[in-house]
């Protein structure tokens, strides 16, 4: 095989999206809504990002069983056996040793990108640079190579990474020295300062012997389960998850791996970036665009020049500054004396809540939800 029929894309689709809740339900998450007003949802924009660099036969993507009408519906060109069903969700790393696994039993050598499903990329050709380039790395070398990319600001709501001596591979790939998940504002604050810390894009490389040989030396809870696994292409299909998959412990790519394996290292990427997390991340990095006239993707985002963020929607401000408006098409919002809220509408419910209060969002949630019940 050449080198770009070695390179797989992994995308992983099964997620809730509860913090953008109520616009992303669990019947219809985030990856599949049309979130941003491109004409496309965000499981078709990450399909079509890699796509463009990587054999559309070498892209999987894993989902929960009960969103594979959706999936169907948005990707009918991507082929059933391209598709992992999580019978039931299990944090990151259960998709990507069972889509791991997978890829590995078609092509043992494989380079395989995984990718989260739920984000904005400013520049395409900059991100098809940099993720060929970090395959390239791990087809030769031995690691696991996150993408990282600079910090705009003190963003508490992202994961970050730490760099540390440069390898000798690339000016562009550092040893990591430590991940750390939403940090407080203060941290926050020194890790962009500093200098030494990338946000953490969720997106990985890696080779496929290495991943798995990497699962079942650091990761026990796997390692009883993993030969059930790695027989999967000739016991059975990604139609029907093994079944050991329930039983897999809840963990983390890179709490339960990463900080384990000794070949880990972060890639400085260039491609722009935004995580579709939470409506106070959504709404910040909106402004900031504006402000500092940063590259976007063709988006329906409206900011004015009082940071009230229009996403896909009509609203009219009067005296009222930072908040996020998102509504059904047609629908109008007048504001007058609101200052940082969420107004938010979807399938007959709506929320009007402190943007950065997600105890508060929650809270919401579970009455609505036991008001469903209810009825």
């Known amino acids: ?21 109520p616009t992303s339900r669990e019947k219809t998450p985030k990856q599949y809504l049309d979130f ?21 036969e070498n892209i999987f993507v894993s989902t929960q069983v009960d969103y594979l009408p959706l999936l169907h519906e948005q990707l009918p060109q991507l082929p059933r056996h391209q598709i992992l069903a999580e019978p039931v969700r299990r944090g990151t790393l259960a998709p990507v040793t069972w889509g791991t696994s997978a890829i590995a039993n078609i092509c043992p050598d494989a380079r395989i990108i995984v990718s989260p499903s739920d984000q904005e990329i400013f520049d395409k050709n900059a991100f098809e ?17 996150t993408l990282g990319v600079s910090p705009t600001r003190p963003e508490t709501g ?44 969720g997106l990985f490389a890696f080779g496929a012997p290495y991943m798995i040989n990497n699962i079942i030396k650091h990761v026990p809870e796997y390692r009883d389960d993993f030969p059930e696994l790695i027989n999967l292409g000739s016991t059975a299909t990604t139609d029907i998850a093994p079944a050991c998959y329930a ?23 260039h491609f722009g970036w935004a995580d ?52 059904p098409s047609g629908h109008l919002a007048v504001i007058s004396g609101l200052d940082n809220y ?5 399938e007959g419910v709506l929320m009007i809540c402190p943007k950065d209060d997600a105890a508060a969002m929650r809270r919401l949630q579970t009455l609505a939800h036991l008001d469903t019940l209810e009825e």
Not at 37 to 54: K, M, N, S, V
Not at 248 to 266: D, I
Request: hydrophobic share 35%; with cysteine.
């Open 342 to 346: 969420v107004i938010t509408e979807q």
């Open 158 to 201: 992202y994961g970050y990474v730490q760099i540390g001596e440069p390898a000798r591979r690339s000016p562009n790939i550092f040893k990591v020295k430590a991940f750390t998940e939403k940090p407080g504002e203060d941290f926050a604050r020194i890790f962009m300062e500093s200098g030494e810390f990338l946000w953490n894009t």
């Open 36 to 56: 941003t007003g491109t004409g496309r949802t965000l499981i078709q924009q990450t399909y079509d990002r890699f796509a463009e660099f990587i054999r559309p």
């Open 1 to 21: 095989m050449n080198q770009t029929e070695n390179n797989y894309c992994l995308i992983l689709a099964g997620g809730l999206g509860s913090r953008l809740w």
């Open 247 to 269: 039983a897999l412990p809840n963990l983390s790519l890179e709490y339960a791996l990463l900080e384990h394996t000794e070949h880990r290292y972060v890639q400085r990427c």
């Open 276 to 327: 579709i997390g939470t409506w106070q991340t959504v709404g910040t990095d909106a402004v900031y665009s504006q402000r500092k006239n940063t590259p976007v993707p063709p988006t329906d985002i409206h900011v004015d020049g009082r940071d009230n963020v229009c996403l896909h929607s009509d609203a009219l401000f009067d005296n009222a500054s930072g908040n996020i408006v998102r509504l």
């Open 129 to 145: 640079q940099d993720i060929l380039h970090a395959l390239e790395i791990v087809s030769s070398n031995e690691g696991v190579i």
